[in-house]
């Protein structure tokens, strides 16, 4: 990216959540109802995502899959903006303002990192409101007393009953799942991107919007499985500490995923695999084209030696 792209990375950032949203909210939906019902220890409500999925098309119609959506939109569109924005910036300072040829792990992986830390402060709350909606679907344990009627009611109920700190529930795990699962996202990007470039090259094929499409595609896609396979226990943990209303309910990740683990063994914590997985590589793939398209549109060039 050129040194002085400034606010250009932010705005090609926002575009890339937006897409992912459209995306990979259905997905997601699948994956936090999954996490909610089958981690309980009363036993298991769904047999599997695509039974979730059909559950709640049925019950729901294709709007119970975008349930929570728009809080998830603007809590992605700004945390986009910034993880985008930040990485790009960062990185261009840390390799002296140089960006082609190799990754480089040490800037590519605090800059990623560091932009996670940073957007976990707003991904938060926002996801907490998101989670707490998807959990209400017209299947759900949750009782119709204690029920939303939007996100904003959601948002505004939370505080009042929890505190301010209620909204910033699961803030600490929030923040691990974000920080190491940016490193790893990038850093597969960044790596994936470079050998596929290289081996076109290679192979003398001309580079062509179609081909950096692509190019774009496999990295973001496989950046988003590898992203999600280091987080995903961490992201069980958030949900089951956002979704639980209890104020006695432990907010230690670690301690969540130890009762899981004792209770189902490692595949307990890896509940809602399949929709995370299925989502991650079109949500991901759609973020990273579309911001690099974005980026492209707005002059910011990104040269592979």
């Not at 949900?239 to 907010?251: M, W």
Request: aromatic residues 8%; positive net charge; glycine residues 12%.
């Amino acid at each position: 990216m050129e040194g002085n792209s400034g606010y250009k990375d932010y705005v090609a950032g926002l575009t890339a959540g937006i897409a992912m949203v459209v995306t990979g909210h259905p997905f997601d939906t699948v994956k936090v109802k999954l996490q909610k019902h089958n981690t309980e220890a009363r036993g298991i409500q769904y047999k599997n995502g695509l039974h979730c999925a059909a559950r709640i098309l049925k019950t729901e119609g294709v709007k119970g899959l975008y349930r929570g959506a728009t809080s998830s939109f603007i809590g992605m569109a700004f945390e986009s903006s910034l993880v985008f924005g930040i990485y790009s910036q960062t990185k261009l300072l840390l390799q002296g303002g140089s960006d082609g040829g190799k990754p480089q792990p040490p800037a590519i992986v605090p800059s990623a990192a560091f932009g996670g830390a940073i957007i976990s402060f707003i991904l938060c709350p926002s996801e907490l409101v998101k989670c707490r909606m998807q959990v209400q679907g017209a299947d759900s344990v949750v009782l119709s007393s204690s029920r939303y009627g939007g996100p904003l009611e959601c948002a505004l109920k939370t505080v009042k009953y929890e505190g301010i700190t209620g909204i910033f529930r699961g803030g600490f795990t929030t923040l691990l799942r974000e920080s190491i699962g940016n490193a790893v996202f990038f850093s597969t990007y960044e790596y994936v991107r470079y050998h596929l470039h290289l081996q076109l090259k290679d192979a003398s094929f001309e580079s062509s919007q179609l081909t950096d499409v692509g190019v774009g595609i496999m990295s973001g896609g496989l950046g988003g499985i590898a992203c999600w396979t280091a987080v995903l226990p961490l992201d069980v943990a958030k949900t089951i500490i956002q979704t639980t209303p209890e104020k006695n309910q432990t907010r230690n990740p670690f301690r969540i995923l130890q009762s899981i683990y004792a209770r189902s063994g490692l595949r307990g914590c890896y509940t809602g695999l399949g929709p995370t997985i299925v989502r991650a590589f079109p949500a991901n793939a759609a973020a990273i084209v579309t911001w690099e398209l974005s980026a492209k549109l707005l002059g910011i060039k990104r040269d592979l030696n």
